[in-house]
């Protein structure tokens, strides 16, 4: 079964709007963490922002932000005032326990119009 | 720039053949983790090593093998090499403690001919 489930292949979104990139993800573990990355065209994986499964607040960091609602099983990421150099895929991933391997969903290619 | 490097960025080789990739983790990460990335198949997780042994185990075939040596670089041996091989592969590094993000290495671009 998919663990990390992005259901939006493409998104376009116009400069300086914001974007909510979706992902659901499924787990039996009370103790898990969220992350996001961009790939960008050149292919380098980067690592945007991270969310822990006991954390209560929202994490954030500068434009991105996660809108984690454990209850849904849902992280979000939220771009803000986005910008041209946003355009990239972005992956979803879950880390269940500490040697656990981190698994990924298969991406939403995001594209931001001038 | 990840701190995490690996050679060679492009690798073009024939069916049958053999390869190594390597990879330096940041300075002070003790865990290591292999990925691959193909069209088919998306980002799998290959293996991780946490200061030089085995920690987790996932969609690796018998065909590939990987180590991690007292310097903490890491090799990934892909043999019997298929055109199913052909893929980014990443390495990627944490400090291995708790859920810290993995930190991506620039990859290497695989094709077999």
């Known amino acids: 079964a998919q663990k990390i489930t992005q259901t939006q292949p493409g998104m376009f979104v116009q400069e300086k709007e914001a974007v909510t990139l979706d992902c659901t993800y499924d787990?039996?573990?009370?103790?898990?963490?969220l992350f996001w990355y961009k790939q960008p065209s050149s292919g380098e994986m980067i690592f945007l922002i991270y969310?822990?499964?006991?954390?209560?607040q929202n994490a954030t960091e500068g434009r991105y932000s996660l809108n984690f609602q454990k209850a849904r099983k849902s992280a979000n990421l939220v771009i803000s005032a986005s910008q041209l150099g946003d355009s990239a895929m972005y992956f979803c991933?879950?880390?269940?326990?500490?040697?656990?391997?981190?698994?990924f969903g298969a991406g939403t290619r995001l594209t931001v119009k001038p | 720039d990840s701190g995490v490097t690996q050679t060679p960025k492009h690798l073009i080789t024939a069916t049958g053949q053999r390869v190594t990739l390597r990879c330096s983790p940041r300075?002070?990460?003790?865990?290591v983790y292999w990925y691959q990335q193909s069209l088919d198949q998306g980002l799998q997780f290959l293996i991780q090593y946490y200061n030089g042994e085995e920690r987790a185990k996932g969609n690796i075939l018998e065909r590939f093998s990987a180590q991690q040596f007292p310097d903490l670089h890491s090799e990934l041996n892909l043999s019997s090499l298929e055109l199913g091989d052909s893929a980014l592969y990443f390495c990627a590094s944490s400090t291995g403690q708790g859920y810290n993000e993995q930190f991506f290495g620039p990859g290497t671009r695989l094709t077999v001919l």
């Open positions: 969310q822990g499964s006991y954390d209560e």
């Open positions: 300075s002070g990460d003790l865990s």
């Open positions: 787990t039996s573990d009370q103790s898990y963490g």
């Open positions: 991933a879950m880390r269940e326990g500490f040697d656990n391997d981190m698994r």
